[in-house]
T-cell receptor, first 111, second 115 residues
Framework: ELKVEQNPLFLSMQEGKNYTIYCNYSTTSDRLYWYRQDPGKSLESLFVLLSNGAVKQEGRLMASLDTKARLSTLHITAAVHDLSATYFCAVDPYNNNDMRFGAGTRLTVKP | DTEVTQTPKHLVMGMTNKKSLKCEQHMGHRAMYWYKQKAKKPPELMFVYSYEKLSINESVPSRFSPECPNSSLLNLHLHALQPEDSALYLC??????????????FGSGTQLSVL
């Protein structure tokens, strides 16, 4: 059974600090996705990672993928309040957009 | 137009009602998806349509009936639902299914409550 595990599940951090969210998955997958969801809202695509060693950055967020370790990270640099949201990773092990999501990391950035 | 539009935004229905959720996109995407999301849980895939044909059905109960009338529209027909079916129902689309570098565009969802 495919497992996609995120940690931490809850993260409270202060503005200006750095932190990393981890996403481990249990089966081979060449594709990994990060999404953001604000409370009561839909999902917004952040990153699509397609190969081992892929690194993508957008603003204060940087995502990386290690397919050998079956691990992706989402690094937050100098957090700001606007980053408060739930972040999901998802894998697509069958390469058919049958995405399997992690449980989500609920991030709260405090002043 | 880079939006996926879902209607209605909220729906309350009784267990004997029949209702439909609608989803529309005009981005030329040929793959469309229904996801179910319970509160504080990740989305779970229900159905995938590729070129208007059902390609994935994740063992969803028959009280949920999807329909893809054309490449821009996706419906989810609801009948005899149970209270545990209350959730946020998300529609999504992508250019193609099984295409490299695909990402899903999600609609804002329909919050469904079954009484």
């Amino acid at each position: 059974e495919l497992k996609v595990e995120q940690n931490p599940l809850f993260l409270s951090m202060q503005e200006g600090k750095n932190y990393t969210i981890y996403c481990n998955y249990s089966t081979t997958s060449d594709r990994l996705y990060w999404y953001r969801q604000d409370p009561g809202k839909s999902l917004e695509s952040l990153f699509v990672l397609l190969s081992n060693g892929a690194v993508k950055q957008e603003g204060r967020l940087m995502a990386s993928l290690d397919t050998k370790a079956r691990l992706s990270t989402l690094h937050i640099t100098a957090a700001v309040h606007d980053l408060s949201a739930t972040y999901f990773c998802a894998v697509d092990p069958y390469n058919n957009n049958d995405m399997r999501f992690g449980a989500g990391t609920r991030l709260t950035v405090k002043p | 137009d880079t939006e996926v539009t879902q209607t209605p935004k909220h729906l309350v229905m009784g267990m004997t009602n029949k209702k439909s959720l609608k989803c529309e996109q005009h981005m030329g995407h040929r793959a469309m998806y229904w996801y179910k999301q319970k509160a504080k849980k990740p989305p779970e895939l229900m159905f995938v349509y590729s070129y208007e044909k059902l390609s994935i059905n994740e063992s969803v109960p028959s009280r949920f009936s999807p329909e893809c009338p054309n490449s821009s529209l996706l419906n989810l027909h609801l009948h005899a639902l149970q209270p545990e079916d209350s959730a946020l129902y998300l529609c999504a689309s992508s250019y193609r299914q099984a295409q490299t570098n695909e990402k899903l565009f999600f609609g804002s969802g329909t919050q469904l409550s079954v009484l």
